[in-house]
């Protein structure tokens, strides 16, 4: 009687998963990643021409919410008569410098008065923001 109940112990208790399971798993990724390793080694795929991140093919288009920065990085091309440098530096930075602006704008803004009828300034550079990111949106778009 006492051997039945030893066996049915046995068999609900089952092989744990740690070690057994566990080493199982790991071997077998070890030989998957050991069959890809030589895989690559010996049947390397093609190299292409290296990217160079300034240069962007004509073909590729950035995302909607993208294409005002990528028109705006277009637009710094024309700062390349200060020399070759500008138009990178300068189209980065310039757009840091209006996302800092944009972060640290209500730090700037001491008006006490919130109601927008009595801020006509904020109002005004508020709405030209948007048409101006709205057109370069837009010029991006139609590229």
Same mark, same amino acid.
């Given at each position: 009687?006492?051997?039945?109940?030893?066996?049915?112990?046995?068999?609900?208790?089952?092989?744990?998963? #740690?070690?057994?399971?566990?080493?199982?798993?790991?071997?077998?990724?070890?030989?998957?990643?050991?069959?890809?390793?030589?895989?690559?080694?010996?049947?390397?795929?093609?190299?292409?021409?290296?990217?160079?991140?300034?240069?962007?093919?004509?073909?590729?288009?950035? =995302?909607?919410?993208?294409?005002?920065?990528?028109?705006?990085?277009?637009?710094? =091309?024309?700062?390349?008569?200060?020399?070759?440098?500008?138009?990178?530096?300068?189209?980065?930075?310039?757009?840091?410098?209006?996302?800092?602006?944009?972060?640290? #704008?209500?730090? #700037?803004?001491?008006?006490?008065?919130?109601?927008?009828?009595?801020?006509?300034?904020?109002?005004? #550079?508020?709405?030209?923001?948007?048409?101006?990111?709205?057109?370069?949106?837009?010029?991006?778009?139609?590229?």
């Amino acid at each position: 009687m006492e051997e039945e109940r030893d066996q049915t112990a046995e068999r609900e208790e089952g092989i744990p998963f #740690f070690p057994h399971h566990f080493l199982k798993e790991v071997i077998v990724m070890a030989i998957i990643l050991a069959v890809l390793s030589v895989l690559t080694t010996f049947s390397p795929a093609p190299m292409e021409e290296k990217a160079d991140p300034f240069i962007t093919p004509p073909h590729i288009k950035p =995302e909607w919410y993208f294409l005002a920065n990528y028109k705006f990085l277009q637009l710094a =091309e024309y700062f390349s008569v200060i020399g070759t440098w500008a138009p990178k530096v300068l189209g980065i930075l310039t757009q840091m410098v209006i996302a800092l602006v944009l972060i640290l #704008f209500p730090f #700037f803004d001491k008006n006490p008065q919130r109601h927008p009828r009595k801020r006509p300034v904020m109002v005004t #550079f508020g709405i030209l923001a948007i048409i101006g990111y709205g057109i370069l949106l837009y010029l991006g778009y139609v590229k």
